[in-house]
């Protein structure tokens, strides 16, 4: 089975809220997941990630710390996906390849139709406080 491994960025504000993104393209279009993407040769996760966010919503971030790293085995593929809370450095989040985006608060975590492995990351996000996005924020 074809391995892909990928970087996503778990961006976050100072409200405790997450940035979520929809799909526009491909067999998952219309699902909802963690910006990013693929990460090419030479780069460090963290390259690749601020590199694909600038692409995708022409924004820069500080990535902050690895939350998760999830495995995941779609019907065509291996996905290996690396996430990372992050947070806005400078930039509007705008839309280059999602249809859609939303901030979701620590209660809208299931608003949205997540893709398989992203829901993972966010039944940890939720399970880390009761539905309160704190036990994940960096060490201080």
């Known amino acids: 089975m ?7 960025a778990i961006i ?5 809220r997450i940035f979520a993104t929809q799909r ?3 067999d998952y279009k219309d699902g909802w997941e963690f910006p990013g993407g693929k ?6 996760p963290e390259e ?4 694909e ?8 971030i500080v990535v ?19 996430c990372f809370w992050c947070q806005i450095e400078s930039g509007g989040l705008i839309l280059k390849e999602h249809e859609a ?12 139709e997540w893709l398989p492995a992203d829901l993972i990351v966010v039944k940890e996000l939720d399970r880390t406080n009761n539905g309160e996005i704190i036990c994940i924020y960096p060490q201080k």
């Open 24 to 26: 526009g393209y491909g």
């Open 2 to 8: 074809k391995e892909i491994e990928v970087v996503a």
């Open 64 to 82: 902050e710390r690895l939350v998760q790293t999830v495995e995941y085995d779609y019907p065509k593929f291996h996905l290996k996906m690396h």
């Open 48 to 51: 690749a990630l601020k590199r």
């Open 53 to 60: 966010i600038w692409e995708e919503l022409e924004t820069e």
């Open 39 to 44: 990460m090419e040769p030479g780069e460090s």
């Open 101 to 112: 985006a939303r901030w979701l608060s620590p209660e809208q975590l299931y608003s949205v």
């Open 12 to 16: 976050h504000d100072d409200e405790g």
